[in-house]
């Protein structure tokens, strides 16, 4: 097949490349920071910050402040309103919507030309590329890909600059070509309305020889439950027999893992992880054994790292490059892109697993985590706790979200409340959270002091939703489909007791 010998030469070509990089990561890094401040230096932020004057990583420090979306915000809108050479040379056209900040319901992250060529659509290609390497006789160009993203919408403001779900401005602008590789159509894609969207997905997606999906986990599987009930089959593989990969990325695919293999019964079936954006793309998993990705190094975006301590303490002085950092340890993610965001903290933390590969795994977000009790809860402990008592127990999660129980005159201890939804139920549930209790002592040593004889932390408090309350806490705040997701961790009781109010 033509297609397949095109892919497998790219492939080949392009793993060599990906040897360089591993062997030489701080060169690669060193050519993306000088590319990235001599496209820069031009522009408003440019000269402000005097980008021209800037010799090493330690003037970058010096001179460039580590910013926020808040920070930015004014800059980005001035470039929504249509001005030039703000943050980047130009105009720009596309602004990627993502979940909002403290002040905003939704932030617009601008979305360049450069971005779309040499960002996210070299991660897709990657993709590719290494999952060619790592199976050769895919069948996966046999068929179609089905892509599940969210909509567009015009921007009211000049007419001429476009913002929607980051997916959906993927799929706007791929080549015309493309389009003969993908479902559903362009016009169902760019559907604003979830639940037509999902019936229209559905029907076209059935009459196609699927071979590979792309989505975050929790939205595909909520497209896959309908395409079952539609066909009334139990199995996907009964409708697209050759369908053999899921690339995911977003949330955890740990908990969904199960309810996913139920549906897919088979050892051929790959799932492989990626670390896309509405920023950037930054990794790709290269193995199919670990759960660890590795840091594209040559996609036009600069990294730095802060230590999560730092970070909760403001002290973003200490931030370091690439060489800097250590194994196994929890790191916030900071950022320079050809988008036009400088020393941007993108809100995720990552450990680094390897190095020489440098490999990443997700930690969780900086604002998702429970630290009311000096318990330090991260929602990789919860993750990690969750996968470990379900497997034990034989349930399966499909969704969750935990937050804290204050303390008051009639509660002299806090505790953490759960409110979670089974795809299958655990046989007894009073167990099943003296076991995840147990787990989250035995993964975190701070939760565990604050739990001792109940002096602090009382036992969790569990509650056992109904399926769909999850989707209809979503569907009310306006937020169905695309890369939407409940936080799993809150330092706040806003959505649990938003969501025990759902019938």
């Known amino acids: 097949m033509l297609i397949k010998s095109i892919y497998k030469w790219i492939s080949f070509s392009r793993m060599k490349q990906l040897e360089l990089m591993q062997k030489y990561p701080m060169e690669y890094q060193n050519e993306q920071f000088v590319y990235l401040l001599s496209k820069g230096a031009g522009t408003e932020y440019g000269q402000k910050y005097r980008f021209s004057e800037i010799a090493s990583y330690e003037d970058f420090t010096n001179q460039v ?124 894609a760019l559907l604003d309305d979830w639940e037509e969207k999902l019936d229209k997905i559905t029907k076209e997606a059935v009459a196609e020889n699927v071979t590979t999906v792309a989505g975050v986990p929790s939205w595909v599987l909520v497209v896959f439950n309908h395409i079952l009930e539609y066909t009334g089959e139990k199995s996907l593989l009964e409708i697209w027999p050759e369908f053999e990969l899921f690339i995911h990325g977003g949330v955890s695919f740990e908990p969904y893992k199960a309810s996913y293999q139920k549906i897919l019964p088979s050892p051929h079936v790959h799932y492989l992880e990626t670390y896309n954006a509405s920023e950037g793309f930054f990794a790709i998993q290269t193995s199919l054994l670990e759960n660890s990705m590795m840091l594209m190094l040559d996609y036009q975006v600069f990294y730095e790292f802060l230590d999560f301590e730092d970070y909760k303490k403001g002290n973003y002085a200490n931030t370091i490059p690439l060489e800097g950092v250590e194994k196994h340890r929890n790191y916030v993610m900071i950022i320079s892109t050809n988008g036009g965001l400088w020393r941007y903290i993108i ?45 034990m127990t034989g349930a399966i999660v499909r969704e969750y979200t935990v937050a804290p129980v204050f303390m008051d005159d009639s509660n002299k201890q806090g505790a953490h409340e759960w409110v979670i939804e089974f795809e299958k139920e655990p046989p007894d ?26 002096m602090t932390l009382r036992q969790p408090i569990i509650h056992k939703v109904p399926s769909g309350t999850f989707h209809k806490w979503l569907a009310i705040k306006g937020k169905l489909g695309g890369q939407n997701k409940v936080p799993r961790l809150s330092q706040n009781r806003q959505i649990v007791e938003e969501l025990l109010t759902i019938n």
């Open 65 to 188: 402040p580590v910013v926020e979306y808040d920070d930015i915000k004014p800059y980005i809108k001035r470039m929504f309103e249509g001005e030039e050479n703000v943050l980047w040379p130009g105009n720009v056209k596309w602004f990627a919507k993502s979940s909002g900040t403290t002040s905003d319901r939704s932030k617009f992250i601008p979305v360049t030309e450069e971005s779309l060529k040499n960002t996210h659509y070299r991660g897709g290609k990657d993709i590719f590329a290494v999952y060619i390497d790592l199976n050769p006789d895919t069948n996966i160009f046999n068929g179609k890909a089905l892509s599940i993203g969210g909509s567009n919408k015009i921007n009211k403001l000049t007419g001429n600059s476009y913002y929607g779900d980051l997916s959906s401005i993927l799929i706007q602008n791929l080549p015309f070509w493309a389009e003969f590789k993908r479902t559903p159509s362009l016009e169902t």
């Open 347 to 391: 809100g995720d933390t990552v450990e680094f697993t390897s190095l020489f590969p440098h490999k990443i795994r997700i930690t969780g977000r900086t604002k998702y985590y429970i630290n009311v009790f000096g318990e330090e809860l991260m929602e990789d402990n919860v993750e990690r706790a969750l996968i470990d008592v379900s497997r």
């Open 429 to 454: 549930l009073i167990e099943f959270m003296k076991m995840l209790d147990n787990e989250l002592k035995k993964v975190n040593s701070d939760y565990e002091a604050k739990r001792y004889k109940d």
